[in-house]
């Protein structure tokens, strides 16, 4: 007995060929003895292989498994991984893509896991393991409630993997769980499996650490201080730079840092830059005066854009400014932004995972849609306008791009390397992951919740489980800004009122508008009214797929505010907000987003117009039209999902395939 107990505790050492790391063989050791897991640790030290271990042994023991990530770029990204090594025991589903739902490991959005659950779908309730990629999500200002809503929502009988980077209060997450039931054992590993440099790049083209940095600015001519041997401290340098001469020397652009990488073998090279423009303005100035590939490189870069172009079954044509992408790619030199193409994003990471791409221009949205180092990351700036202030990254915001820097088994240390403006706000932060922002709770009772719970629960159910939240527990801790399950209960029950004022429900029981609510996620009241009006019946399928693009689309900065002709469901929708409006005295809906302005570009889509001509409609990017005509193919399927009318199906299924074709469609290969 003894001996076959000695095994049982024996931690693995391999797995497919590669050596585990320590935290590595401490998380599968509890997933083989069917315990919940959370694992904490640095971006690219291996987390996903202990996810990629837990799928292969439930395969193996006929369980299921649904694997959530955040994106929908991260959830196809892991069907093709997981499709490639198990084949058609895979499935999708991403709102806007289903295959194989029945399948035994099926790979979704949290959004979509979340919806399952609170409607009580019973393919989500049998399920074996769930796993939470990018777990860290709970602490996001807008989406973080989903997470929060779907752990609430597993079945106890569930068993859970979260993967987080680095966060200070993991421990805190189990006690929460603990205290709903759930055994969950923590793993938290700190060290980097390849350790990151930083440095800051200044206006004499030299890549310092941060104490030569700040001896570098307080020593230049602009502002010509005294660094007191050396003990001069950012705050007081702060006050110095408001002092600066106006004639002060030239900045350090990024084709010098470029060079710099260049010159010391630090490629490939991920730049990051927060702005589309800024992306494409400088992957052009260097394309214009660099060329990083040999001829066989090049023709490596034809066969695998032809290829891809293929598959997609799509031509240069189909693709605004492919020439311009196209003799970038030649060169080693790639853009990434959620204004491109799909398949221009797509051709990009492949070049860049061939290693046929030296520099990379990309925003934000790569780091967190995209799993794929790089020997060295750039930052144009290390401050940014969030929509309020110009303010430094945060921590967690910094790493989740630097820790893209270091590639496991190639490099012996990741290299970041940020440009600096001596006019940049205040004192310059330190970067260290064990300043990592907690997760505190982002829990929001929605009305799609309050039809859902009261479908199902008794009122003292209800108010148990909203007991149960993160919420409650961290204001039991003393963690400020979150609300306690009393105030909860007191959102839920003015929400209940509103519902019922709405003739959604008649006490605790569900009437036709309340049915329709269960099944819509996005603006729900707006879209049951919508349903509930007629309107929808009276729509062309075109129509039909505009006014989803209303409601789905999130106006930016410099879009246009009015169109000069506004479609013919306008109307509709202001008499259903005034009627609202006069019953939601306390405001609880918050009003209604609705953007008429994007209607005529997607119903123009929906008509069969290619996509240049759509685009004249609007200033809008290719990427963003992709987007939002999947965003109304999800809100169409929810629709379709709610009503029973054949009519009204039929034109919504109508609308769904005009969309789906071009480049909008997603396929699973």
């Given at each position: 007995?003894?001996?076959?107990?000695?095994?049982?505790?024996?931690?693995?050492?391999?797995?497919?060929?590669?050596?585990?790391?320590?935290?590595?063989?401490?998380?599968?050791?509890?997933?083989?003895?069917?315990?919940?897991?959370?694992?904490?640790?640095?971006?690219?030290?291996?987390?996903?292989?202990?996810?990629?271990?837990?799928?292969?042994?439930?395969?193996?023991?006929?369980?299921?498994?649904?694997?959530?990530?955040?994106?929908?770029?991260?959830?196809?990204?892991?069907?093709?991984?997981?499709?490639?090594?198990?084949?058609?025991?895979?499935?999708?589903?991403?709102?806007?893509?289903?295959?194989?739902?029945?399948?035994?490991?099926?790979?979704?959005?949290?959004?979509?896991?979340?919806?399952?659950?609170?409607?009580?779908?019973?393919?989500?309730?049998?399920?074996?393991?769930?796993?939470?990629?990018?777990?860290?999500?709970?602490?996001?200002?807008?989406?973080?409630?989903?997470?929060?809503?779907?752990?609430?929502?597993?079945?106890?009988?569930?068993?859970?993997?979260?993967?987080?980077a680095t966060i200070p209060n993991a421990k805190q997450l189990a006690q929460w769980m603990e205290s709903i039931g759930r055994h969950v054992a923590v793993v938290e590993h700190r060290e980097r499996?390849?350790?990151?440099?930083?440095?800051?790049?200044?206006?004499?083209?030299?890549?310092?650490?941060?104490?030569?940095?700040?001896?570098?600015?307080?020593?230049?001519?602009?502002?010509?201080?005294?660094?007191?041997?050396?003990?001069?401290?950012?705050?007081?340098?702060?006050?110095?730079?408001?002092?600066?001469?106006?004639?002060?020397?030239?900045?350090?652009?990024?084709?010098?840092?470029?060079?710099?990488?260049?010159?010391?073998?630090?490629?490939?090279?991920?730049?990051?830059?927060?702005?589309?423009?800024?992306?494409?303005?400088?992957?052009?100035?260097?394309?214009?005066?660099?060329?990083?590939?040999?001829?066989?490189?090049?023709?490596?870069?034809?066969?695998?854009?032809?290829?891809?172009?293929?598959?997609?079954?799509?031509?240069?044509?189909?693709?605004?400014?492919?020439?311009?992408?196209?003799?970038?790619?030649?060169?080693?030199?790639?853009?990434?932004?959620?204004?491109?193409?799909?398949?221009?994003?797509?051709?990009?990471?492949?070049?860049?995972?061939?290693?046929?791409?030296?520099?990379?221009?990309?925003?934000?949205?790569?780091?967190?849609?995209?799993?794929?180092?790089?020997?060295?990351v750039c930052f144009d700036t290390l401050v940014k306008y969030d929509g309020e202030e110009v303010r430094y990254l945060t921590q967690h915001e910094y790493f989740q791009m630097a820790g893209r820097?270091?590639?496991?088994?190639?490099?012996?240390?990741?290299?970041?390397?940020?440009?600096?403006?001596?006019?940049?706000?205040?004192?310059?932060?330190?970067?260290?992951?064990?300043?990592?922002?907690?997760?505190?709770?982002?829990?929001?009772?929605?009305?799609?919740?309050?039809?859902?719970?009261?479908?199902?629960?008794?009122?003292?159910?209800?108010?148990?489980?909203?007991?149960?939240?993160?919420?409650?527990?961290?204001?039991?801790?003393?963690?400020?800004?979150?609300?306690?399950?009393?105030?909860?209960?007191?959102?839920?029950?003015?929400?209940?009122?509103?519902?019922?004022?709405?003739?959604?429900?008649?006490?605790?029981?569900?009437?036709?508008?309340?049915?329709?609510?269960?099944?819509?996620?996005?603006?729900?009241?707006?879209?049951?009214?919508?349903?509930?009006?007629?309107?929808?019946?009276?729509?062309?399928?075109?129509?039909?797929?505009?006014?989803?693009?209303?409601?789905?689309?999130?106006?930016?900065?410099?879009?246009?505010?009015?169109?000069?002709?506004?479609?013919?469901?306008?109307?509709?929708?202001?008499?259903?907000?005034?009627?609202?409006?006069?019953?939601?005295?306390?405001?609880?809906?918050?009003?209604?987003?609705?953007?008429?302005?994007?209607?005529?570009?997607?119903?123009?889509?929906?008509?069969?117009?290619?996509?240049?001509?759509?685009?004249?409609?609007?200033?809008?990017?290719?990427?963003?039209?992709?987007?939002?005509?999947?965003?109304?193919?999800?809100?169409?399927?929810?629709?379709?999902?709610?009503?029973?009318?054949?009519?009204?199906?039929?034109?919504?299924?109508?609308?769904?395939?005009?969309?789906?074709?071009?480049?909008?469609?997603?396929?699973?290969?």
């Amino acid at each position: 007995m003894a001996a076959k107990k000695s095994q049982k505790n024996i931690l693995p050492y391999k797995y497919r060929g590669l050596v585990l790391d320590e935290f590595q063989r401490q998380a599968i050791w509890y997933l083989e003895h069917k315990i919940s897991t959370l694992v904490s640790a640095p971006t690219g030290t291996g987390k996903t292989l202990i996810a990629d271990f837990l799928v292969e042994k439930t395969l193996e023991a006929n369980q299921r498994l649904v694997y959530t990530a955040p994106i929908k770029a991260l959830v196809n990204q892991k069907y093709r991984e997981f499709h490639s090594r198990h084949g058609e025991k895979i499935g999708i589903v991403t709102g806007d893509i289903s295959y194989r739902q029945e399948a035994p490991v099926v790979v979704m959005t949290t959004e979509i896991l979340r919806n399952m659950l609170i409607r009580g779908d019973s393919r989500a309730a049998d399920v074996n393991w769930v796993v939470f990629d990018e777990i860290h999500y709970l602490n996001h200002p807008e989406r973080g409630t989903v997470w929060e809503e779907t752990i609430l929502c597993i079945p106890k009988s569930t068993l859970i993997l979260g993967l987080s980077a680095t966060i200070p209060n993991a421990k805190q997450l189990a006690q929460w769980m603990e205290s709903i039931g759930r055994h969950v054992a923590v793993v938290e590993h700190r060290e980097r499996a390849v350790p990151l440099r930083h440095l800051y790049f200044t206006k004499h083209s030299e890549a310092v650490e941060r104490e030569g940095l700040l001896q570098a600015v307080a020593e230049s001519p602009s502002i010509n201080a005294d660094t007191k041997g050396g003990t001069l401290d950012w705050d007081e340098l702060s006050i110095l730079r408001r002092q600066r001469r106006s004639g002060s020397a030239r900045t350090a652009t990024h084709l010098d840092l470029i060079h710099y990488a260049a010159k010391n073998r630090l490629f490939p090279c991920l730049y990051f830059v927060f702005s589309r423009e800024g992306c494409e303005e400088k992957a052009k100035e260097l394309a214009g005066t660099r060329d990083y590939l040999s001829a066989r490189e090049k023709e490596a870069v034809r066969v695998n854009v032809r290829r891809k172009l293929q598959k997609a079954e799509l031509s240069p044509e189909d693709i605004p400014k492919y020439n311009t992408w196209y003799s970038q790619w030649l060169r080693g030199i790639g853009v990434h932004h959620a204004g491109l193409l799909p398949v221009v994003r797509e051709i990009t990471e492949q070049l860049l995972e061939r290693q046929l791409l030296k520099v990379i221009y990309a925003t934000e949205t790569f780091a967190v849609g995209v799993n794929m180092p790089v020997r060295t990351v750039c930052f144009d700036t290390l401050v940014k306008y969030d929509g309020e202030e110009v303010r430094y990254l945060t921590q967690h915001e910094y790493f989740q791009m630097a820790g893209r820097a270091g590639r496991r088994g190639w490099d012996k240390q990741g290299t970041v390397i940020s440009r600096i403006e001596e006019t940049a706000p205040g004192a310059l932060p330190t970067w260290s992951e064990s300043s990592i922002e907690p997760i505190r709770s982002r829990f929001h009772i929605s009305f799609n919740m309050v039809v859902n719970l009261l479908a199902r629960f008794q009122p003292w159910e209800i108010e148990e489980f909203l007991s149960h939240t993160l919420c409650s527990f961290q204001h039991q801790q003393g963690v400020p800004d979150v609300r306690s399950s009393a105030e909860l209960m007191d959102d839920f029950r003015a929400k209940w009122a509103l519902l019922q004022e709405l003739e959604y429900m008649d006490g605790t029981k569900l009437l036709a508008k309340g049915e329709i609510c269960r099944n819509i996620y996005i603006q729900e009241i707006l879209v049951t009214e919508l349903i509930a009006s007629g309107l929808l019946q009276e729509l062309k399928p075109e129509e039909l797929a505009g006014l989803a693009a209303a409601i789905v689309y999130t106006p930016k900065a410099g879009d246009p505010n009015l169109t000069l002709s506004p479609p013919r469901w306008t109307p509709a929708v202001d008499l259903i907000y005034d009627r609202v409006s006069k019953i939601d005295t306390q405001q609880l809906i918050g009003g209604f987003s609705v953007y008429p302005v994007i209607s005529p570009v997607v119903a123009a889509w929906a008509e069969g117009r290619g996509l240049r001509e759509v685009l004249k409609k609007h200033p809008l990017d290719p990427g963003d039209l992709v987007t939002v005509c999947r965003q109304s193919i999800d809100l169409l399927r929810q629709i379709l999902t709610a009503v029973p009318q054949a009519s009204i199906r039929g034109k919504v299924l109508e609308a769904i395939s005009r969309l789906d074709r071009g480049v909008v469609r997603v396929t699973t290969e």
